[in-house]
C-alpha cells in the first residue's frame, strides 16, 4: 500500500511529468443550502431534535385523527348499538317510533324509520341480507366506503332483494341469484331507511316499521335449522351515546379496528401515519408517557381544527349550493367518496364525518326522483352564525321537489347531535298538515320558545347560547332543485 503522502507526490509528479494543469481552488466550494439552513451543517442540540420529533409525533397523530374518523364514526355507532342491544347478524335495531335527541347520533334523520346493523364477516363469513322494497338504504365498510347502495339507486331498484357480502378474503364459490359485493373490511356496517305513511295530519311510522321487519340476514352456508331467528329491538325513547370517542379511547379502538382487519384495508401511506405514532398490526401499541399526552392533546386539538375548517368555510366557495344563498353542500361538489376533479377532499371528509355519517352515491348523484339531497346552514340571511336565543323564519316556496317527502331538522354544530331540547324532535316534515301561506309557501319557525299563532309542527325548539344547524332533506328529489328553480329561503331573524 502506498502511503497517502507518497501517493500525493507522486500524483503531483506525475502532472507535471504529463503537462496536465494542477486543479487548484482559489477559494472552498460553497455550502448547499441545506447545510446552512440547518444548523450550518451540525447536528442539532438534543433537547431541540426532541422537541421537533415530539412536534412530529402529535402533527401525525392529528392526520391520524382526521383520517381515521370514518372508522371511528363507525366504531362509535357500533358499540353504542351493542351495548344497548347485543350484538349478532341477527340483531336489527329499528327506531320504531322514529329517532329522537334521546339518541346521540350524528346528523340523524327524525323523519324516516332507521334500521341499523353491524355486520362481521370474520366472524360469519359471507352473509345474505333480504332486503325489503322501496329501502333507501346502503352498505358501507367500517371506513363509510359504499359497498352497494340499496333501494332505488341500488341494483335492486326499489324492488328488494338478495345482497350477498363476502368478506375481503374469500376465495370461495360465488352462487348466482344475489347481487353480490366483496367488503374492503370483515365489518359491514347495515344502514336501511324506510318511509312513513300518511297518517291523520301527521307522520305513520307503522308502515315503514312492517316493512323494515321484512329484512332477514343469514349465512350463505347455514342450513334453515342452523339460522338465528331475526330480532328487531325498537331503539326509540331510549338513551344511547353512539358517538365516537372523545378522549385516549379513540387511540385504543382504532388499535383494536387495525389489528382486527385485514392490511389490504388500510393504505400503505396511512399505516405509515399509523406506525409513525406506534399503531402496527400485530404489534404492541405502548406509547411513553410523553407520547400519551400529545395523543390527549391532539383528540382534543384536531376536532376543533375540524370546527375551525366548518365555520371559515372554503376559499373556493364549492361548498355553497346557490349564489345568492347561505345553504352549504357537504360534499362540496365532489363525490360520495370524497373526490375532486383532481384530489381527494381530506379536509371536507374530515368536515363531513364530525357531524354525519353514512356517504352513498345515492346522496351525491342527480338522480331525479330516487335520489337525496341535504342542503343545510350555519348562518342567517345576514350571514350571521345561527344562534339558539334568537327566533329566526325560515321560507319553503311551494311545491318542494320531494317526490317521497321534505323534512327540515336542526343539529348542534359540533358533532351534528340533536339539541337536546323538551321538544325531542328538532324537526318537521311534509307529512304535517302545515299550514300554508296564500302563495303556497311554508314557513318553519325556530327559536327558544314557540311564536304565538305558530302551529306545534311548524316550530323547532333551539338551546338559548348555542349555534345549531338547519338542514332542509329533500327525498326523491326533482329536478326543480337541480335547475335551481327551487331554493329555499335562508333563514331571517325575527325581533
Do not use: C
Amino acid at each position: 500500500m502506498v502511503p497517502v503522502f507518497k501517493y500525493a507526490v507522486l500524483t503531483s509528479a506525475l502532472l507535471l511529468a504529463t503537462g496536465l494543469p494542477q486543479v487548484q481552488a482559489e477559494e472552498a466550494a460553497p455550502a448547499s443550502p441545506l447545510v446552512k439552513q440547518i444548523n450550518n451543517g451540525n447536528w442539532l442540540d438534543p433537547k431541540e431534535a426532541e422537541n421537533l420529533r415530539d412536534e412530529l409525533y402529535y402533527q401525525r397523530a392529528v392526520h391520524a385523527y382526521m383520517t381515521m374518523l370514518p372508522a371511528l364514526n363507525t366504531i362509535g355507532l357500533r358499540d353504542g348499538s351493542e351495548k344497548a342491544f347485543g350484538a349478532g347478524y341477527n340483531v336489527l335495531p329499528i327506531w320504531k317510533q322514529r329517532m329522537d335527541a334521546r339518541a346521540q347520533v350524528p346528523t340523524p334523520n327524525a323523519d324516516v324509520i332507521y334500521s341499523m346493523s353491524y355486520l362481521d364477516l370474520k366472524k360469519t363469513g359471507p352473509l345474505v341480507v333480504n332486503a325489503p322494497a322501496n329501502v333507501i338504504g346502503m352498505f358501507t365498510d367500517f371506513f363509510q366506503r359504499t359497498i352497494t347502495d340499496v333501494g332505488a339507486v341500488g341494483p335492486d331498484r326499489a324492488r328488494g332483494g338478495l345482497y350477498l357480502l363476502l368478506p375481503p378474503d374469500y376465495q370461495g364459490h360465488v352462487p348466482s341469484g344475489y347481487y353480490a359485493f366483496k367488503s374492503p373490511t370483515y365489518n359491514v356496517f347495515l344502514f336501511f331507511r324506510t318511509i312513513m305513511g300518511k297518517g291523520e295530519g301527521k307522520p305513520d311510522p307503522a308502515p315503514a316499521v312492517k316493512n323494515a321487519e321484512t329484512t332477514r340476514v343469514y349465512p350463505l352456508w347455514a342450513t334453515e335449522k342452523d339460522t338465528k331467528p331475526m330480532e328487531f329491538p325498537d331503539a326509540s325513547g331510549k338513551s344511547l351515546n353512539m358517538m365516537y370517542p372523545t378522549d385516549s379511547t379513540y387511540w385504543t379502538k382504532l388499535k383494536e379496528f387495525v389489528d382486527y382487519e385485514p392490511v389490504e384495508a388500510i393504505t400503505p401511506e396511512v399505516r405509515g401515519v399509523l406506525a409513525s405514532i406506534g399503531i402496527v398490526k400485530g404489534e404492541p401499541f405502548k406509547p411513553s408517557v410523553k407520547q400519551q399526552e400529545l395523543l390527549k392533546k391532539a383528540v382534543e386539538t384536531a376536532p376543533r381544527m375540524i370546527v375551525a375548517l366548518r365555520q371559515l368555510g372554503r376559499d373556493d366557495k364549492r361548498n355553497l349550493y346557490y349564489k345568492d344563498r347561505q345553504y352549504e353542500n357537504t360534499w362540496a361538489g365532489g363525490t360520495a367518496e370524497w373526490m375532486q376533479e383532481s384530489y381527494l377532499d381530506v379536509n371536507q371528509r374530515a368536515s363531513f364525518f364530525q357531524i354525519a355519517y353514512s356517504s352513498a352515491p345515492a346522496m351525491v348523484m342527480h338522480t331525479t326522483g330516487a335520489g337525496s339531497k341535504y342542503p343545510f346552514t350555519a348562518r342567517d340571511k345576514d350571514g350571521n352564525f345561527l344562534e339558539g336565543g334568537n327566533t329566526y323564519k325560515m321560507r319553503l316556496p311551494p311545491n318542494p321537489p320531494a317526490g317521497l317527502f321534505w323534512a327540515v331538522t336542526a343539529y348542534n354544530i359540533t358533532d351534528g347531535t340533536m339539541p337536546e331540547t323538551k321538544q325531542l324532535l328538532p324537526s318537521t316534515n311534509g307529512y304535517y298538515d302545515i299550514a300554508k301561506q296564500a302563495d303556497g309557501s311554508i314557513e318553519i319557525w325556530f327559536g327558544p320558545e314557540k311564536p304565538q299563532d305558530v302551529a306545534d309542527n311548524a316550530f323547532i325548539q333551539t338551546i338559548p347560547g348555542r349555534n345549531f344547524l338547519a338542514t332542509v332533506r329533500l327525498y326523491g328529489t326533482g329536478d326543480a332543485f337541480y335547475d335551481q328553480t327551487w331554493k329555499p329561503d335562508d333563514l331571517v331573524k325575527v325581533k
